[in-house]
């Protein structure tokens, strides 16, 4: 990458890379592996350009990056433009789109929301999200997976959703036939927990990549169905998945949170802040010195988990629905999610059993 170096001499905490030719043979990697880490791709989103508010010229300047980062890795992205209104005016903003073709014509749309709220600097929301979606678009360009990969920077979410309801607006009938499931990353890494979510009506996804992620040893929590408007396994119409659940097409949502807090509806992040996101505490130096490695610790995990994901799971066929939906055998149920058998590192709040360690 030509903008790392800026990033890298903020006095950020060390980050962990791969280098290429002999260096990299020395130490073996399991599974497919990139060559700039996410944590990198953050620091530069979120201490270089900063806030990146819709509409205005920061949104713009993180566009133009995250079109460089693609074609830096061999992509040919393209761009949607669209406007919205705000008020009484009238705002550009855009999608960047690039396609990794696979094993088959179906495929899996990956999406992260770049823009971001105007206090902060946005690394949670939404630059940690951004940067996952990077890792996973250079590790798996030259990886056989099942499906074509569409990665999509969405524009304007914080807007009303913007970006993402052009998208899915903008696709053909045989477009949404072919997209057998959106993967949404929103604010995936600095709260307590790792959780992950589908709709009620087709769980599949979140069953199947929590079974994956378990095969290797990490385990990531659903909601716990504590607040009755947020059943077991799902989630809020407030991200980028929501317009491609209108359009009948399977969803899982990736996001680091605490949902056993306030309300239990999710919306704050940790014990000891209550909520990072659209605050001042939204910056990369805030998130490190209250939660030292948590970003990089649960961005390596995300990343581990769905590149397997990505490589490995097949979406049953059709016949198979009844299976798909009642997915592999759980560790947890709703009560177990809830049950106060594990305690936060920082509080003696409880937190859902799992085998999993605070995060």
């Given at each position: 990458?030509?903008?790392?170096?800026?990033?890298?001499?903020?006095?950020?905490?060390?980050?962990?890379?791969?280098?290429?030719?002999?260096?990299?043979?020395?130490?073996?990697?399991?599974?497919?592996?990139?060559?700039?880490?996410?944590?990198?791709?953050?620091?530069?989103?979120?201490?270089?350009?900063?806030?990146?508010?819709?509409?205005?010229?920061?949104?713009?300047?993180?566009?133009?990056?995250?079109?460089?980062?693609?074609?830096?890795?061999?992509?040919?992205?393209?761009?949607?433009?669209?406007?919205?209104?705000?008020?009484?005016e009238r705002h550009h903003s855009r999608n960047i789109v690039a396609v990794k073709p696979g094993v088959s014509g179906k495929q899996i749309v990956i999406g992260a929301h770049y823009d971001s709220a105007g206090v902060g600097r946005g690394a949670f929301d939404n630059a940690t999200g951004v940067a996952l979606m990077m890792e996973l678009a250079d590790a798996l360009r030259d990886e056989n997976t099942p499906y074509t990969l569409v990665f999509v920077a969405?524009?304007?979410?914080?807007?009303?959703?913007?970006?993402?309801?052009?998208?899915?607006?903008?696709?053909?009938?045989?477009?949404?036939?072919?997209?057998?499931?959106?993967?949404?990353?929103?604010?995936?890494?600095?709260?307590?927990?790792?959780?992950?979510?589908?709709?009620?009506?087709?769980?599949?996804?979140?069953?199947?990549?929590?079974?994956?992620?378990?095969?290797?040893?990490?385990?990531f929590l659903t909601s716990p169905g504590l607040n009755n408007d947020y059943p077991y396994g799902t989630t809020g119409d407030w991200s980028d998945h929501v317009a491609f659940h209108q359009a009948g097409i399977p969803y899982l949502y990736l996001e680091a949170t605490n949902w056993l807090l306030g309300d239990k509806d999710g919306y704050l992040n940790t014990v000891k802040d209550r909520e990072i996101w659209h605050s001042r505490k939204d910056t990369l130096s805030y998130i490190e010195q209250r939660y030292p490695g948590r970003l990089e610790r649960q961005l390596g995990l995300e990343f581990t988990a769905l590149a397997a994901f990505l490589t490995e799971y097949e979406v049953p066929a059709a016949g198979a629905a009844g299976a798909a939906e009642s997915g592999p055998a759980e560790a947890t149920s709703p009560a177990a999610e809830a049950s106060p058998t594990a305690t936060d590192e920082a509080s003696p709040v409880a937190q859902p059993a799992s085998p999993a360690p605070a995060l």
């Open positions: 990458m030509t903008h790392l170096s800026k990033s890298l001499a903020l006095g950020l905490g060390a980050v962990s890379t791969h280098t290429s030719g002999a260096a990299q043979e020395e130490t073996p990697v399991a599974g497919p592996t990139a060559g700039t880490s996410a944590y990198e791709y953050l620091a530069e989103l979120s201490d270089e350009i900063g806030s990146r508010v819709a509409g205005l010229s920061t949104e713009t300047r993180a566009g133009d990056r995250i079109l460089q980062w693609f074609g830096d890795l061999g992509y040919t992205p393209d761009t949607q433009e669209l406007t919205f209104t705000q008020g009484k969405f524009g304007a979410e914080e807007a009303g959703l913007q970006g993402s309801m052009h998208y899915v607006a903008e696709m053909s009938p045989q477009a949404r036939a072919d997209t057998v499931l959106m993967i949404n990353l929103d604010s995936v890494a600095a709260g307590d927990r790792l959780y992950c979510y589908s709709s009620k009506d087709t769980a599949w996804p979140q069953l199947a990549f929590r079974s994956v992620a378990r095969g290797l040893g990490t385990y």
